[in-house]
C-alpha cells in the first residue's frame, strides 16, 4: 500500500524528545573538555629544537597544581560507560592526556628534589607502579593506564602512541604543548612522531648503521602489527624516511632489510626548564 507522505505529521511533543535524544547523543560523543591541561601545557611546556623536543617549567606547574588536580578530579569522574560510548580517537585522546598529567603530577610529589622521575619510588619501587590516578572506576598506576589501558586493551593498534605518553626525561619525545583531542589525534600524532624521527640527537644514520632510540627496541612488537600495513620495525621507520634524513636508496636498503638496526642510550634526567 502507498502512503502519502504529504500527510504524515509528527506531534510537537515527539519531535522535541526527539531532539532532547540526539543532544544527549551528541554529548555522549563529543571530546572530554581537556582545556584545563591545555592551558597548563601552553603555559608550561616550551617546545624546543624546533618541535623537536621540549622543557617543562616544573616551577610553575607546581604553582598551578590546583588546577592539575582539578583537571585529574575532572578525568576520574568519567565511567567506563561513558568512555566506551566516545570515538576511538576520543578515548584514545583521553588516556594519553590522563597519562601525561598524572606523570606531571607524580613528579610534583617530589620537585625539586630529584633528578629524574626514575627516583621516585626509590630501589625498591618503580614510579610507573605506584597506583595513584582514578581512571574508569579506580586507581591506577601509569604502567596500568599504558600497558593495559592503552596498549593491551586491543582497541587501538597504535604505535605512535610512544612518542605522545611522556615519561618526564630528556630521552623522551616531546611532551606537546597542547592538549591531544579526538578531532586532531591523528594529525598531532603523526606530529610527534616526524619530529622525534627527525631528531638526530636520539635518531640518525650513522655509516650504514640507522641507530634508533631505544623506544623501538622496548616496544618493537607495537611497530610490527600491521599498523596501516606496516608489518616490521623497518617498515615502520621507513615510512619517515623524510624526517630521518634517508634518501630513495637508503629507504629502500632499510625496506629490504638490508639496515642495521642498533640503539642509542636513553637520558632519564628531568626534562626541566
Not at 624521527?197 to 611497530?223: C, Q
Not at 615502520?236 to 629490504?256: E, I, V
Request: net charge positive; with cysteine.
Amino acid at each position: 500500500m502507498l502512503i502519502n507522505k504529504t500527510h504524515l505529521s509528527i506531534p510537537s511533543t515527539t519531535k522535541a524528545l526527539i531532539a532532547a535524544s540526539l543532544m544527549l547523543s551528541s554529548a555522549a560523543y563529543a571530546d572530554f573538555n581537556h582545556s584545563a591541561w591545555d592551558s597548563l601545557l601552553s603555559k608550561n611546556v616550551t617546545m624546543t629544537n624546533g618541535g623537536k623536543a621540549s622543557s617543562v617549567n616544573y616551577a610553575g606547574m607546581k604553582a598551578d597544581q590546583s588546577k592539575l588536580d582539578g583537571y585529574l578530579a575532572a578525568t576520574g569522574e568519567i565511567s567506563q560507560s561513558k568512555f566506551n560510548r566516545w570515538s576511538k580517537d576520543e578515548q584514545l585522546a583521553f588516556l594519553i592526556n590522563v597519562y601525561n598529567a598524572g606523570t606531571l603530577e607524580l613528579v610534583l610529589t617530589k620537585y625539586p628534589n630529584l633528578k629524574s622521575i626514575k627516583d621516585i619510588g626509590g630501589i625498591f619501587g618503580s614510579p610507573w607502579k605506584q597506583d595513584f590516578v582514578n581512571v574508569l572506576g579506580k586507581k591506577r598506576s601509569l604502567d596500568d593506564i599504558e600497558h593495559n589501558l592503552i596498549r593491551g586493551s586491543g582497541r587501538y593498534n597504535e604505535p605512535r602512541i610512544h612518542f605522545a605518553v611522556n615519561c618526564a626525561s630528556i630521552g623522551c619525545p616531546a611532551l606537546l604543548n597542547d592538549a591531544y583531542t579526538g578531532s586532531k589525534l591523528d594529525e598531532q600524532l603523526e606530529q610527534v612522531t616526524s619530529k622525534f624521527l627527525a631528531d638526530s640527537s636520539r635518531n640518525r644514520l650513522k655509516g650504514s648503521t640507522l641507530e634508533v632510540s631505544p623506544i623501538f627496541k622496548w616496544y618493537k612488537e607495537d611497530f610490527e602489527s600491521n599498523w596501516r600495513g606496516t608489518k616490521d620495525l623497518e617498515g615502520f621507520l621507513a615510512r619517515y624516511s623524510s624526517s630521518l634524513g634517508l634518501n630513495k636508496s637508503q629507504t629502500a636498503d632499510l625496506k629490504a632489510g638490508k639496515t642495521k638496526i642498533d640503539y642509542t642510550s636513553y637520558n632519564w634526567n628531568l626534562n626541566n626548564k
